[in-house]
């Protein structure tokens, strides 16, 4: 019986644990010692690196990479040309918009979410998260936003200007802390 649908033209590393009711495109790599647990779809382009976790009901779009020694909790999802650096957590029901890019050593808290569409409704990217980042349990990103290394974002903040770096951000809009 056939639970998961993994293409022939799928890269899969060594040491993969891959679970029930997956779907893996053409184009997708996974690096050695990767675990992917079920009802996850990984779109064509998708790169997972060494000693990734991905959770249960994951979707990674087109072009997605995820760095080494990453952790995706479930129901994340990327709408794709985003990328995770190394050593990064992504926590339940984060949403990467089209263009992400967040650095290493990141904790993302559940629910944050990234968008990437201006206020005329153009894709424009979305976020840079830079290294060393934690963003706070239902942040909003905005669009073609930049947080530098070390920016902590408080719980519930809405970013819509650049983040300076090593500065705590928190509130609507997000403002530094004095």
Known sequence: ???????????IGKNVIIGHFCVIEE????????IIEHHNILKKGVVIGENTVIKSYVEL???TIIGKDCYVDSKVSSSGNCSVGNNTS???????????KIGNNCYLCP??????LDDEMS???????GDNCFIGT??????GITLEEGVIIGSMAFVNK???KNTTYIGIPAKPIR
């Open 138 to 143: 239902h942040s909003v990103l905005q669009y």
């Open 123 to 129: 894709s424009i990217g979305g976020a840079h998260i």
């Open 61 to 63: 779009r087109e072009d």
């Open 90 to 100: 992504l926590r339940y029901g984060t949403i990467l918009a089209r263009g992400v």
């Open 162 to 164: 650049d983040c300076k």
């Open 1 to 11: 019986m056939i639970t998961s649908y993994i293409s022939d033209k799928a890269k």
């Open 111 to 116: 629910r944050v979410m990234t968008n990437n």
């Open 27 to 34: 184009g997708v790599v996974i690096g050695d010692n990767v």
